[in-house]
């Protein structure tokens, strides 16, 4: 099985902050039947100035000391980048995942539409690919992007039902006209979490990634780990939950996004 998408490199970010920890993560991938990883640090200007060479460097560091301690994990360098209003400058010198055309990206928390559009036109236009992180965690994304009034209408609605115990239009995955939707018919691909089918991130992120995977959204899954002790807890129930749903095991056992070549660069 392959992450696409977890913070295991050591001191660079908000993951491990020691290699002990690190290599511990490591174990527990194993443990459960991975066999490679993409190590993908944020990289969000100002905050964690991440740059190609030295993931690069990192990645190398982290399999040697893999090779070391006789953990079967092979890996490749990687970044999680903000689509936010530094990212043009970022994407002059991009890392993408391992040797292919895939640049894993995430919607921030405060974003515009537009913003979120712009920055994945300038992605396409450069020849590369962008894969989509945790949609299901996006609010953004669930957005109806033509008519955003329908969103504060179906919200108001929503409210008032809940106060009087119902629960159908709270659903934010009906209308056709979401973000996401918009971005997938562009070329986007998708990376669900597998703590999302566990709801690690709470029932509105569980009902989502469910509702994707259903609608065969999904092209690959990640754990998005940060620590040994959350992965620790996080990851058997995770993939517990996702045997409940044999397309999300073939999504997880697949050797590549889809078949064909342009994975490579
Ligand atoms: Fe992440």
């Given amino acids: 099985m392959i992450d696409w998408h977890c913070h295991i490199l050591p001191a660079i970010d908000d993951g491990p902050e020691t290699l002990t920890e690190s290599l511990e993560m490591a174990r527990l991938l194993v443990a459960v039947g991975f066999r490679r990883v993409h190590c993908t640090p944020h990289c969000m200007l100002g905050r964690f100035d991440n740059?190609?060479?030295?993931?690069?460097?990192?990645?190398?560091?982290?399999?040697?000391?893999?090779?070391?301690?006789?953990?079967?994990?092979?890996?490749?360098?990687?970044?999680?980048?903000?689509?936010?209003?530094?990212?043009?400058?970022?994407?002059?010198?991009?890392?993408?995942?391992?040797?292919?055309?895939?640049?894993?990206?995430?919607?921030?928390?405060?974003?515009?539409?537009?913003?979120?559009?712009?920055?994945?036109?300038?992605?396409?236009?450069?020849?590369?690919?962008?894969?989509?992180?945790?949609?299901?965690?996006?609010?953004?994304?669930?957005?109806?992007?033509?008519?955003?009034?329908r969103r504060s209408f179906k919200g108001l609605v929503g409210r008032w039902l809940a106060r009087r115990g119902a629960a159908a239009a709270t659903d934010d995955c009906v209308s056709g006209l979401l973000l996401q939707d918009q971005l997938q018919d562009m070329g986007c691909l998708l990376q669900g979490n597998l703590l999302s089918f566990s709801g690690c991130y709470g029932g509105q992120v569980q009902q989502r990634v469910v509702a994707n995977?259903?609608?065969?959204?999904?092209?690959c899954f990640g754990s998005d780990g940060h620590g040994a002790e959350s992965l620790a807890a996080g990851l058997l129930p995770a993939l517990q939950a996702l045997s409940n749903y044999p397309q999300g095991t073939d999504i997880l056992k697949r050797a590549e996004l889809r078949p064909g070549s342009f994975l490579s660069n």
């Fill in 51 to 149: 740059r190609p060479s030295q993931v690069q460097r990192a990645t190398a560091a982290l399999q040697r000391a893999l090779r070391r301690e006789g953990i079967p994990l092979l890996l490749s360098p990687g970044m999680e980048y903000s689509l936010d209003e530094y990212f043009p400058v970022l994407l002059e010198q991009p890392q993408t995942l391992g040797d292919s055309r895939l640049l894993l990206v995430e919607v921030p928390w405060q974003a515009s539409v537009e913003l979120v559009l712009e920055n994945v036109r300038l992605i396409i236009q450069r020849g590369l690919i962008p894969l989509l992180a945790h949609p299901e965690r996006s609010d953004l994304l669930h957005m109806d992007t033509l008519f955003p009034q």
């Fill in 213 to 219: 995977l259903e609608k065969g959204c999904y092209n």
